[in-house]
Nanobody, 129 residues
Framework: QVHVEESGGGLVQPGGSLRLSCVAS????????MGWFRQGPGEEREGVSC?????????YYADSVKGRYTISRDSAKNTVYLQMNALRVEDTDVYYC?????????????????????WGQGTQVTVSS
């Protein structure tokens, strides 16, 4: 059974850092594109970052997070991470991990949420002083 579960969210001051983790079960993470999305109340789900399958050569970052966020994965732990630095108040959202069996992660795009098939429950990130 395919399952992804996020952790690592919390409350942090502006300028601080958090690392989100997404543990995958029921599949080998390296074989699939993996992504991070975020969503605020009343807003559409927004693609934040993705990493392509196998060699992970393709990595996408939304303009709003470029230079501050880094996506990575640990094959031995079947886990993908999102390191978030220099956090801003506007980064406050629920962050979701997702998996897709479509080869959709590119350096310039990660497709719409409709192209992603398995989702975690989300983890809340709150940036506030």
């Amino acid at each position: 059974q395919v399952h992804v579960e996020e952790s690592g969210g919390g409350l942090v001051q502006p300028g601080g850092s958090l690392r989100l983790s997404c543990v995958a079960s029921g599949f080998t993470l390296d074989s699939y594109d993996m992504g991070w999305f975020r969503q605020g109340p009343g807003e559409e789900r927004e693609g934040v970052s993705c990493i392509s399958n196998n060699d992970g050569v393709s990595r996408y970052y939304a303009d709003s997070v470029k230079g501050r966020y880094t996506i990575s994965r640990d094959s031995a732990k079947n886990t993908v991470y999102l390191q978030m630095n220099a956090l801003r108040v506007e980064d406050t959202d629920v962050y979701y991990c997702a998996q897709t069996w479509v080869r959709i992660c590119r350096n310039y795009s990660m497709g719409s949420p409709m192209s992603w098939h398995y989702w975690g429950q989300g983890t809340q990130v709150t940036v506030s002083s």
